[in-house]
């Protein structure tokens, strides 16, 4: 099977769902700007002359899951969905966690709950998802980690959740090797990195963009030593703090922070 991401092989233009210029989930009056207050985890960001919305999140203040089915079963494939479930309610950020097949599977490792659901993929091929090394982004606990493929697997980690992506962005601090300044492939990118072990940066461009400026926006302005990238064209975000619920096309595995409960 071949990746989404892959098969596309074209940027889509990005929709936004509006109702009567609100979004329902938050009330808000149409037109009206809304003050981003300090707690919100979504943020803009200029680097390198483009546009990038990052979504920095404390796990001390929130939980980040990986969703894929619902309760009936069903592939989610969509945030209103998503939103509709028990966890719904306490969702505060999520995009998309990885390339997947047109069945909407995942491509890689794939783990929720600590049950492992897609073993990893190690195989070489075609694509970016193949594109070495490729990397895996880990939640266990109140702890987060981005790791090169083959070092996840060495250290045999049990994780809560896990999603596999590729290609690495940032390895220990170093631009993926494959990378190039000179690069003209830009598109609209979105991923995940780690700073620390509790603090969770996700990131997705608003303007097409290269794997190399991607890659330094993680590492020289965000701080990241690892990154991985999820994926690119049909990558999509919530954000009801920047009132944003991005509908491109049914999706695979989901990325979420819930609010802790009190």
């Keep these: ?14 929709a936004i769902i509006l109702v009567s210029g609100t979004l329902m989930s938050l009330g808000l009056p149409a037109g009206r700007p809304v003050a981003q207050a300090a707690s919100d985890p979504c943020r803009p960001v200029q680097y390198a002359g483009s546009t990038f919305v990052v979504c920095t999140v404390d796990l001390q203040r929130y939980e980040v899951r990986l969703f894929w089915r619902g309760p009936d079963g069903d592939v989610l ?9 028990p966890e719904g309610p306490r969702l ?4 998309n966690a990885g390339m997947y097949h047109e069945d909407r599977s995942p491509v890689g490792l794939y783990v929720e709950n600590g049950k492992e659901l897609k073993a990893a993929n190690t195989r070489n091929g075609p694509g970016n998802f193949h594109l070495k090394p490729n990397g895996i982004f ?37 631009i993926h090797p494959q990378f190039s300044e000179q690069s003209t492939s830009r598109k609209i990118r979105n991923g995940v990195g780690v700073k620390g072990q509790d603090t969770v940066v996700f990131a997705i461009s608003e303007d097409p963009v290269t794997f190399s400026t991607f890659a330094r926006l993680f590492r020289d302005e965000l701080g990241c030593p690892n990154a991985l990238f999820l994926d690119g064209s049909v990558s999509s975000l919530y954000a009801p703090s920047l009132e944003r619920m991005d509908t491109l096309m049914p999706m695979g595995p989901i990325v979420g922070a819930l609010r802790r409960r009190p």
């Excluded at 505060?92 to 995009?95: D, G, K, L, N, T």
């Excluded at 980690?145 to 940032?170: H, N």
């Design 77 to 85: 494939g969509s945030f209103d969905r998503l939103r509709g479930t």
């Design 92 to 95: 505060a950020v999520a995009m």
């Design 1 to 14: 099977m071949i990746a989404i991401s892959s098969t596309l092989g074209r940027s889509l233009s990005r």
């Design 138 to 174: 880990y939640v266990k606990g109140r702890q987060a980690g981005v790791l090169e493929t083959g070092t996840y697997l060495k250290r045999k980690i049990r994780p809560d959740f896990a999603t596999q992506s590729g290609p690495m962005l940032v390895i220990d601090g170093k």
